[in-house]
């Protein structure tokens, strides 16, 4: 798995020292080469740390050369680093492993040089490519195992992916659809551009089906079965229907089985009934289908933070969803709210909602209490919707309030426009498992909770995580209380876009 040293016949000539062991420590790992690099390390804690990893038997080098296996840096600003890297001429640096310090840790704590994994890499951002297959990462099956931030190396296949998934989901067939969107999930997650087959060779959840396609891509940059799934009749009529708010694939089905194939066959067909929910999809159907820019879910921000104060100065207020995993654009703004006195955040989100009624706010709002009860838990199951009193909103955003202005069409001339946002408020113990759901993506979240399922014997949801072998649930005050509950190392948010 690791590369051999370069140049041997030179290192016989060394004494120990100068070969990056002091002369009583015995070399347990001839293969591998570390360097750490002394830019926000600091002198005192390099020297530390060299120490440490070669009284476990590790070759700690003093000086960056060819020799050099493993790069470990504290500071993970990839931009910065690399850019020093890439003045340093090395011949061998596509090769080289460069490593955040948790690779260093995790050796250290195991005693031997841990498997370089995914989420240990510092990406060279500007250049994906350079981190080739080739430098052996073992990928987990687990998207709660995996760092993918919103940049995206292989735009190309997932995108082509993500129609058959949506393909399978509006027949609904899961199998195909879920096995579609985890390769969607494991490519994602990749720091190099997949250029031939064999790149995929070592990945986990990739079938047969989804290589083929892939293959298709690699050889002519575009798969037959998407482009005739794309111009399918049943797929287009879906898809343009399921893009109204409050229309899912049930009714957009159903609508496409009475040979209805356009919005206004819906509006002028006489046995059709729109809820409230779709007669507002269809009014605000311009401004909804447009994507939120960050500058707009700043805007909200503001003033959903302005209109739970009124209520409660101390609430505790949280931007959650794509937002917070650092998405540019969103469906909606997703927000968290609730107040440190329990059990007094089951008033809160009326009392919001009239508040931003009185601001000339609220374009339309479908308000669920909350029907939380401990005592009835666990009642886990994937996506189901949590018991926390929620309400889904469309709010009128002013043009004014967003640096830069809205993200409306050009020949928009209203001044404003209309928005999604979604509010939810857990009692304050549950808010860390709350934080944690919202947060999502959905991959993330199906993978933590199958993670907790098969591996640690726990079922986790929104509410809280339940071991099943201690018969308890277990208590977290923050995110990273759940990961280490679960065994899991910390992901960030912005790490989360499986
Ligand atoms: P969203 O549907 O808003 O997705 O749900 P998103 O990731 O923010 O992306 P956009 O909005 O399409 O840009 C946010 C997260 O909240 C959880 C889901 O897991 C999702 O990842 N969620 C959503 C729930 O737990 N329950 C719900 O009822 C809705
Ligand atoms: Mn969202």
Same mark, same amino acid.
């Given at each position: 798995m690791f590369r051999a040293p370069v140049a041997p016949r030179v290192r016989k000539r060394l004494r120990p020292a100068e070969a990056g062991v002091s002369r009583c420590d015995e070399v347990k790992f001839e293969d591998v080469r570390l360097y750490l690099v002394e830019r926000k390390m600091g002198r005192s804690r390099r020297s530390f740390l060299t120490q440490l990893a070669r009284s476990k038997g590790f070759i700690v080098e003093d000086i960056l050369s060819d020799a050099v296996t493993h790069v470990v840096s504290e500071d993970s600003r990839a931009s910065s680093l690399w850019a020093w890297l890439k003045g340093c001429e090395l011949g061998n640096l596509p090769s080289m492993h460069v490593l955040d310090i948790s690779w260093f840790t995790d050796s250290m704590r195991e005693g031997r040089p841990v498997a370089v994994e995914t989420r240990y890499l510092i990406q060279d951002t500007k250049f994906p490519t350079t981190a080739v297959a080739s430098a052996a990462v073992t990928v987990s099956q687990y998207a709660c195992q995996r760092q993918t931030t919103t940049e995206n190396n292989n735009k190309i296949f997932t995108d082509a992916l993500e129609v058959l998934a949506e393909y399978y989901e509006f027949k609904e067939i899961e199998g195909p659809c879920l096995a579609f969107r985890r390769a969607t999930s494991v490519l994602k997650s990749l720091p190099f551009v997949v250029q031939c087959l064999r790149d995929l060779r070592d990945l986990p959840c990739l079938g047969e089906h989804t290589k083929a396609i892939m293959e298709e891509i690699l050889e002519y940059g575009r798969s037959f079965e998407v482009e005739q799934t794309l111009s399918d009749e049943r797929y287009q009529t879906l898809k343009l229907f399921t893009s109204v708010f409050g229309v899912g694939p049930k009714t957009a089905d159903k609508w496409y089985r009475q040979g209805l194939r356009s919005f206004s066959d819906v509006l002028t067909e006489p046995g059709i009934h729109l809820n409230r929910m779709q007669q507002t999809g269809f009014l605000h159907y311009g401004d909804i289908s447009r994507a939120v820019s960050k500058a707009e879910a700043r805007a909200l921000g503001s003033i959903i933070d302005e209109a739970v104060r009124a209520i409660t100065p101390d609430a505790i207020i949280a931007l959650t969803g794509g937002f917070r995993r650092g998405k540019e654009f969103g469906h909606d703004v997703d927000f968290l709210v609730t107040t440190p006195e329990l059990g007094r955040e089951r008033s809160l989100l009326p009392d919001v909602i009239d508040e931003l009624k009185k601001k000339g706010f609220l374009l339309y709002c479908d308000y669920h209490a909350s029907t939380f009860d401990?005592?009835?838990?666990? &009642?886990? &199951?994937?996506?189901a919707m949590d018991h926390f009193a929620k309400c889904f909103l469309i709010l009128r955003l002013e043009e004014g309030k967003v640096e830069g202005g809205l993200n409306s069409s050009e020949k928009d001339s209203r001044g404003w426009r209309a928005v999604r946002v979604d509010l939810v408020s857990p009692p304050l113990d549950r808010y860390a498992y709350a934080l944690l759901g919202w947060t999502g993506s959905r991959m993330f979240e199906r993978d933590l909770r199958r993670f907790a399922r098969l591996e640690r014997r726990m079922l986790l949801d929104n509410h809280g995580l339940y071991d099943k072998t201690k018969k308890e649930f277990l208590a977290a005050t923050t995110e990273k209380d759940i990961f280490a509950h679960l065994g899991l190392e910390y992901i960030e948010p912005w790490q989360r876009n499986a």
């Amino acid at each position: 798995m690791f590369r051999a040293p370069v140049a041997p016949r030179v290192r016989k000539r060394l004494r120990p020292a100068e070969a990056g062991v002091s002369r009583c420590d015995e070399v347990k790992f001839e293969d591998v080469r570390l360097y750490l690099v002394e830019r926000k390390m600091g002198r005192s804690r390099r020297s530390f740390l060299t120490q440490l990893a070669r009284s476990k038997g590790f070759i700690v080098e003093d000086i960056l050369s060819d020799a050099v296996t493993h790069v470990v840096s504290e500071d993970s600003r990839a931009s910065s680093l690399w850019a020093w890297l890439k003045g340093c001429e090395l011949g061998n640096l596509p090769s080289m492993h460069v490593l955040d310090i948790s690779w260093f840790t995790d050796s250290m704590r195991e005693g031997r040089p841990v498997a370089v994994e995914t989420r240990y890499l510092i990406q060279d951002t500007k250049f994906p490519t350079t981190a080739v297959a080739s430098a052996a990462v073992t990928v987990s099956q687990y998207a709660c195992q995996r760092q993918t931030t919103t940049e995206n190396n292989n735009k190309i296949f997932t995108d082509a992916l993500e129609v058959l998934a949506e393909y399978y989901e509006f027949k609904e067939i899961e199998g195909p659809c879920l096995a579609f969107r985890r390769a969607t999930s494991v490519l994602k997650s990749l720091p190099f551009v997949v250029q031939c087959l064999r790149d995929l060779r070592d990945l986990p959840c990739l079938g047969e089906h989804t290589k083929a396609i892939m293959e298709e891509i690699l050889e002519y940059g575009r798969s037959f079965e998407v482009e005739q799934t794309l111009s399918d009749e049943r797929y287009q009529t879906l898809k343009l229907f399921t893009s109204v708010f409050g229309v899912g694939p049930k009714t957009a089905d159903k609508w496409y089985r009475q040979g209805l194939r356009s919005f206004s066959d819906v509006l002028t067909e006489p046995g059709i009934h729109l809820n409230r929910m779709q007669q507002t999809g269809f009014l605000h159907y311009g401004d909804i289908s447009r994507a939120v820019s960050k500058a707009e879910a700043r805007a909200l921000g503001s003033i959903i933070d302005e209109a739970v104060r009124a209520i409660t100065p101390d609430a505790i207020i949280a931007l959650t969803g794509g937002f917070r995993r650092g998405k540019e654009f969103g469906h909606d703004v997703d927000f968290l709210v609730t107040t440190p006195e329990l059990g007094r955040e089951r008033s809160l989100l009326p009392d919001v909602i009239d508040e931003l009624k009185k601001k000339g706010f609220l374009l339309y709002c479908d308000y669920h209490a909350s029907t939380f009860d401990m005592a009835r838990l666990p &009642s886990f &199951s994937f996506e189901a919707m949590d018991h926390f009193a929620k309400c889904f909103l469309i709010l009128r955003l002013e043009e004014g309030k967003v640096e830069g202005g809205l993200n409306s069409s050009e020949k928009d001339s209203r001044g404003w426009r209309a928005v999604r946002v979604d509010l939810v408020s857990p009692p304050l113990d549950r808010y860390a498992y709350a934080l944690l759901g919202w947060t999502g993506s959905r991959m993330f979240e199906r993978d933590l909770r199958r993670f907790a399922r098969l591996e640690r014997r726990m079922l986790l949801d929104n509410h809280g995580l339940y071991d099943k072998t201690k018969k308890e649930f277990l208590a977290a005050t923050t995110e990273k209380d759940i990961f280490a509950h679960l065994g899991l190392e910390y992901i960030e948010p912005w790490q989360r876009n499986a």
